[in-house]
């Protein structure tokens, strides 16, 4: 008998080995189908309990004096149509909220233009509000909530290349946290777009967008520490360079928006200051220290002050330590905070004479180049918010105090010692300037601004740009493009060399135009653009 051949002996082992290999990659492909079935169930029903249920957004504002945080939580309502926008179920922080700042915010000081070229700086403002919003939100919605880091006034002051490397230290913070994040959602508002997103938070919390009514929307006055914003609906088409078209729901809206820089009330005070060392004689204390009298601050008060471009024909970029020292006089203030208020130059400046109201804003050595007076005719109702609202409410004035009111007291606070002042004055940091703030409110409202016979209401005081940048942001960012998905932040990525320090005016106008309100779309996207973030972390593992 012939002896088997060994290939031939071997064939049926062979064949028992292959049987096996291909069980288990047939069990193994099973099971991953399976993780991957329960995965993608699970997803889509996060996906879905978010476009049926409840969501967050977080929204930092880096301001020119803090930097605050707001988390908003929403209800979608379902159906994804223009005629329904999401309804706002609560907003942190609240009125139960303490400290922070003087109306509704969680804020840390100062802002983040103060830390240029200092990473612990920026870590430092915004690590606590980080963790405070994280604490807002429930833990598993952390890595599908998206946060927006806007910076507006302080920030659009820096030089571009400082403004740069204050975002790229936000990002690298921002990176170490779960909430959801794009490289565009880390940037620098434009006065257009801080002026607009205000304008949409009023209306919306005022119940204006989405009825049926068609009731006239309501003005902005918007006053922060560095710059104002007025904005408002026009009721006829008008071809200006300040006014744009928006649609919110089924409706298009002519919307005009100023931003005016430096009239902010820190900025504003900091002019006047300047006025005064053109004007005074100078005097030498005793420590070698310049002093300067301000009519506008209260008997007894002398305080640290640095001047940007004080004293005569010095550039205006030269930094002089001197002392201010309080010297009260009620019509030399009042002189002072309506020149301050309708002029930019702190060199071509006179006091107004009291019969010289409505002057309109003049911006450059007297030219007067905003006449707002045509476009605000049609406006019947504005709200102060922000600046106006917190000396307001410092002072327990009525929302719908008149301006005779603020004068009267005005002078009444202005006769007061800075001892006398009442103890939640003493404690703020710049209780010495609302003898200047009051004036001067009172006149951007009626000299600068020519709206002394409107009906004005200040407050209310939890009404704040970043909601308006909270519903449209998702949205403008277009989030459902590729571009949008390899966007997204994961540890490891590098700041691209060439992300926008902050948009062109142009890009601002080009996406506020024809604006289609949907921000639920952003939720739509949520889902890929989660995969994306997953698929870009496994590349760089």
Request: one cysteine or more.
């Amino acid at each position: 008998m012939e002896p088997k051949s060994p290939s031939k002996s071997k064939l049926p082992v062979s064949g028992s080995v292959q049987s096996g290999q291909y069980w288990k990659i047939g069990m193994t492909l099973l099971v991953l189908l399976v993780i991957v079935g329960i995965y993608l169930v699970f997803r889509s029903s996060r996906v879905d309990n978010v476009l049926n249920g409840s969501y967050f957004t977080v929204v930092v504002d880096c301001g020119s004096t803090g930097t605050r945080v707001n988390v908003y939580k929403w209800r979608n309502v379902g159906a994804v149509s223009n005629q329904n926008l999401p309804i706002l179920l609560h907003s942190y922080p609240d009125n139960s909220t303490k400290g922070g700042c003087e109306y509704h915010c969680m804020q840390t000081e100062p802002g983040l233009d103060n830390f240029v070229g200092n990473e612990s700086g920026v870590r430092a403002s915004l690590e606590p509000l980080f963790i405070w919003a994280e604490q807002r939100v429930p833990l598993e919605r952390h890595g599908d909530t998206p946060v927006f880091v806007l910076g507006t006034a302080g920030l659009r002051r820096l030089p571009v290349d400082d403004g740069r490397q204050i975002l790229k230290d936000v990002e690298r913070v921002v990176m170490e946290h779960r909430f959801l994040c794009r490289r565009s959602w880390i940037r620098v508002l434009s006065g257009k777009e801080e002026a607009y997103y205000g304008w949409v938070a009023l209306n919306y919390q005022m119940g204006l967008f989405g009825n049926s009514l068609r009731l006239p929307t309501l003005g902005l006055l918007d006053l922060g520490g560095s710059s104002l914003q007025v904005v408002a609906a026009l009721n006829e088409s008008t071809e200006d360079e300040h006014v744009f078209k928006s649609r919110i729901g089924s409706v298009e809206h002519q919307i005009f928006a100023y931003s005016f820089p430096a009239f902010g009330l820190n900025e504003a005070f900091d002019r006047t200051v300047i006025m005064l060392s053109h004007t005074q004689e100078l005097r030498e204390s005793a420590g070698g220290r310049f002093e300067l009298n301000h009519p506008c601050l209260g008997s007894g008060l002398v305080q640290n002050y640095t001047c940007h471009g004080c004293f005569g024909k010095k550039k205006d970029n030269e930094v002089n330590a001197i002392l201010l020292v309080g010297d009260p006089n009620w019509e030399k203030c009042k002189g002072l905070a309506r020149a301050a208020a309708t002029n930019l130059s702190s060199s071509y400046w006179s006091p107004l004479t009291n019969d010289s109201n409505c002057m309109g804003l003049s911006i450059y050595n007297g030219k007067n180049e905003l006449k707002l007076t045509a476009f605000t005719r049609s406006v019947a109702r504005f709200h102060a918010l922000s600046g106006f609202f917190a000396v307001y409410s410092m002072l327990n004035l009525s929302q719908r105090a008149n301006l005779t009111k603020v004068w009267d007291e005005g002078q009444q606070l202005c006769a007061r010692s800075w001892a006398g002042l009442p103890s939640n004055f003493t404690n703020q940091k710049y209780a010495g300037q609302y003898c200047f703030r009051l004036p001067y409110l009172a006149a951007i409202i009626e000299d600068a601004l020519c709206l002394g016979d409107k009906e004005i209401t200040f407050g209310p005081g939890d009404v704040s740009w970043t909601l308006g940048a909270a519903l449209l942001e998702g949205e403008s960012m277009r989030l459902g493009t590729a571009k949008a998905h390899a966007d997204i932040l994961a540890p490891g990525n590098n700041w691209p060399n060439e992300a926008p320090y902050a948009r062109q005016e142009g890009a601002v106008i080009d996406t506020l135009e024809e604006f289609k309100f949907a921000p639920w779309m952003y939720w739509n996207n949520l889902k890929n653009s989660r995969l994306m973030r997953s698929a870009s972390n496994a590349e760089k593992e």
